[in-house]
């Protein structure tokens, strides 16, 4: 069972960061906007029953939960520390979990998967570690010729400025290696 570290705010105001001791999954997101999306997860399920919850992005040793802004965080962060607190810590996880997620990004030419290696390796390098610093991720969802397309998730998924002046930053620092793209948030 995962012991709570840390707790940390995030830019976006109705969002908190939760650092664990234990992993909740080996590299392996998951992001849910409703209740009805995390029904299949024990963890995110029972984050989704307490009141004022609006979304829940977890990794590997830390979860961001966001909440619609009418709860207090003190109360809140009391009542969603049982459930994090209550989840199974990271088992071994299949290469089919890992493989399912990138299935969609699979189709792409053999140029156009290089296109991609060459965009998630300035991702992973260069934006990947500050949103997720602030509690959140990106996840690409496609490529088509020169649009990327990307959602997203935990504290990122809510915040105003991710809207506008991040995906602005991320399609500026792009640019340096794909004169042409525009990224689009989904």
Partial sequence: MPKIAEIEGTP???ALKFILKEP???????????AEQAADDPLAAALFDIDHVINVFYVDRWITIT?????????????VADPIRA??????????VVAAASEALANLSEEDQQRLERINI??????????????GDLHVLALEGSVLRIHYQGACGTCPSSISGTLRGIEQLLRTIE???RVVSS
């Fill in 12 to 14: 976006n105001p109705n």
């Fill in 87 to 96: 989840a199974p810590a990271a088992t071994d996880q299949s290469a089919t």
């Fill in 122 to 135: 300035l991702l992973e390098e260069e934006v990947r570690p500050y949103l997720q610093h602030d509690g």
């Fill in 24 to 34: 909740l999954t080996w590299g392996v997101t998951k992001s849910y906007n409703n």
């Fill in 67 to 79: 909440q619609d802004g009418g709860a207090d965080w003190q109360d809140l962060a009391r009542e």
């Fill in 179 to 181: 004169p042409d793209i």
